[in-house]
């Protein structure tokens, strides 16, 4: 059978692969720490898990509008308030996670010709659902001395090419963890604003993950000009600890969001029905619940982050965000082993250490490692990699 050309374009997601793999080595019995895995270990609250469940007792199991129940929608503009923004329920649309809200929008506004800035490290869905729009993903290199963040220069050389047609910035990042204040947003805002023709996507989705205080910065409540063409993507999976109710959301323009919503009602329909209730309760949720799995995630950042720079040879940023950490160990790879595919391999086999290359990512001689796993965990890794590399 002859697949599509369109398929054979893209690789399964690696970050997917390696965490199966783990996953299988650990149910084989092997003692394999994993840091592979982009979610939570928290169980999803309690009152969110108890809303599914009434909802489901209350018959709510039926096909719903496209873009989400009325509630939810409007729940979201008004959770949205919080970032200082102000926006319609119409303009919001519920999807299956936010990788699914970045595929339809990725399938709606772009297409054969059309170039796609992605700064580098990425997450990897970017790139492959662009090659899925038949457009371009352009890397745009990034390192460990701007903290893996794009500077307005070089957004600037990229734009002068006008088939570019959007941006993608992720705030928090995965892989990274680092973050955009306010007045780099700003800065790269300014440079946006030469080009009306260009579409930017903010990936949002660990912004209530900030170490900063409060929220992560928004992209549009900071450079409102930019509303009418920016679509931000959020969602339930890391803030709620939701990754397997597949609930995410964007909103931007009216035009864009409907155009998602209607790819949506012939291709998924809608998101399921008792799921879209429990992430109504998760809206409802005190702030308190989010700020305490955070703060446990940040002790946890200090404590890898700690203990990796104190590995001869690594070099490991503090994050900003999210649960990533993405330490340099570029000084292993050459004479040691070929490149980080082949530390990552040893390591997994040598110390059963789970962790995922860098040039996954697009970046190579990193590792991102998750720090979504427990303190002892945390702990007894580090230490696994240090004695395998020592
Ligand atoms: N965006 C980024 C940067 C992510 O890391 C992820 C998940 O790993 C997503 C979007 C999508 O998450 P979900 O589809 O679970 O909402």
């Given at each position: 059978m002859?697949?599509?050309?369109?398929?054979?374009?893209?690789?399964?997601?690696?970050t997917?692969?390696?965490?199966?793999?783990?996953?299988?080595?650990?149910?084989?019995?092997?003692?394999v720490i994993?840091?592979?895995?982009?979610e939570?270990d928290f169980?999803t609250?309690?009152?969110?898990?108890?809303?599914?469940?009434?909802?489901?007792?209350?018959?709510?199991?039926k096909?719903?509008?496209?873009a989400g129940?009325?509630?939810l929608?409007?729940?979201i503009?008004?959770?949205?308030?919080?970032?200082?923004?102000?926006?319609?329920?119409?303009?919001?649309?519920?999807?299956?996670?936010?990788?699914?809200?970045?595929?339809?929008?990725?399938?709606?506004?772009f297409?054969e010709?059309?170039?796609?800035?992605?700064?580098?490290?990425?997450w990897?869905?970017?790139?492959?659902?662009?090659?899925?729009a038949?457009?371009?993903?352009i890397a745009?290199?990034?390192?460990l001395d701007?903290?893996?963040?794009m500077?307005?220069e070089?957004?600037?050389?990229?734009?002068?090419?006008p088939s570019?047609?959007?941006?993608?910035?992720?705030?928090?990042s995965?892989?990274?963890?680092?973050?955009?204040?306010?007045?780099?947003?700003?800065a790269?805002?300014?440079?946006?604003?030469?080009?009306?023709?260009?579409?930017?996507?903010?990936?949002?989705?660990?912004?209530?993950?900030?170490?900063?205080?409060?929220?992560?910065?928004?992209?549009v409540?900071?450079?409102?000009?930019?509303?009418?063409?920016?679509?931000?993507?959020?969602?339930?999976?890391?803030?709620?600890?939701?990754?397997?109710?597949?609930?995410?959301?964007?909103?931007g323009p009216q035009?864009i969001?409907?155009?998602?919503?209607k790819l949506q009602?012939?291709s998924?329909?809608?998101?399921?029905?008792?799921?879209?209730?429990?992430?109504?309760?998760?809206?409802?949720?005190?702030?308190?619940?989010?700020?305490?799995?955070?703060?446990?995630?940040?002790?946890r950042?200090?404590l890898i982050v700690?203990?990796?720079?104190?590995?001869?040879?690594?070099?490991?940023?503090?994050?900003d965000?999210?649960?990533?950490?993405?330490?340099?160990?570029s000084?292993?790879?050459?004479?040691r082993?070929?490149?980080d595919?082949?530390?990552?391999?040893?390591l997994?086999?040598?110390a059963?250490v789970?962790?995922v290359?860098?040039?996954?990512?697009?970046?190579?001689?990193?590792?991102?490692?998750?720090?979504?796993?427990?303190?002892?965990?945390?702990?007894?890794?580090?230490?696994?990699?240090?004695?395998?590399?020592?």
């Amino acid at each position: 059978m002859k697949l599509a050309d369109r398929i054979n374009r893209i690789e399964p997601s690696p970050t997917l692969a390696i965490s199966a793999r783990a996953k299988q080595m650990v149910a084989d019995g092997i003692d394999v720490i994993s840091f592979s895995a982009g979610e939570p270990d928290f169980n999803t609250p309690e009152s969110i898990r108890e809303a599914a469940k009434r909802a489901i007792d209350e018959g709510k199991t039926k096909y719903t509008p496209a873009a989400g129940i009325p509630q939810l929608r409007q729940a979201i503009a008004d959770d949205y308030k919080k970032r200082g923004r102000d926006i319609e329920a119409s303009q919001v649309v519920v999807t299956v996670g936010g990788k699914h809200a970045l595929y339809n929008a990725t399938q709606v506004l772009f297409g054969e010709g059309d170039k796609v800035l992605i700064p580098a490290p990425y997450w990897v869905s970017y790139p492959a659902q662009v090659t899925l729009a038949d457009a371009e993903p352009i890397a745009v290199e990034t390192g460990l001395d701007t903290h893996f963040k794009m500077l307005p220069e070089q957004l600037e050389k990229q734009l002068e090419d006008p088939s570019v047609k959007g941006v993608i910035l992720c705030s928090p990042s995965n892989p990274t963890g680092s973050c955009y204040s306010k007045e780099e947003l700003e800065a790269l805002g300014e440079v946006l604003k030469t080009r009306e023709d260009v579409v930017v996507f903010f990936d949002a989705i660990y912004d209530r993950l900030y170490y900063g205080g409060g929220i992560a910065p928004d992209l549009v409540a900071t450079v409102p000009e930019l509303e009418d063409r920016t679509i931000t993507f959020n969602g339930f999976s890391k803030t709620y600890a939701m990754t397997g109710w597949r609930l995410g959301y964007a909103h931007g323009p009216q035009e864009i969001i409907s155009a998602m919503a209607k790819l949506q009602s012939q291709s998924t329909s809608n998101t399921t029905a008792f799921a879209q209730w429990g992430a109504l309760e998760a809206l409802n949720l005190d702030d308190s619940v989010i700020d305490e799995m955070r703060d446990i995630f940040k002790r946890r950042r200090d404590l890898i982050v700690e203990g990796l720079n104190a590995i001869d040879g690594v070099e490991c940023a503090t994050p900003d965000g999210a649960f990533y950490v993405f330490p340099d160990f570029s000084s292993f790879i050459g004479d040691r082993f070929e490149d980080d595919m082949a530390l990552a391999g040893y390591l997994l086999d040598e110390a059963k250490v789970a962790l995922v290359p860098g040039s996954a990512f697009g970046t190579p001689g990193y590792l991102r490692m998750s720090y979504a796993t427990s303190d002892e965990l945390i702990e007894k890794g580090v230490a696994r990699i240090k004695d395998a590399l020592g």
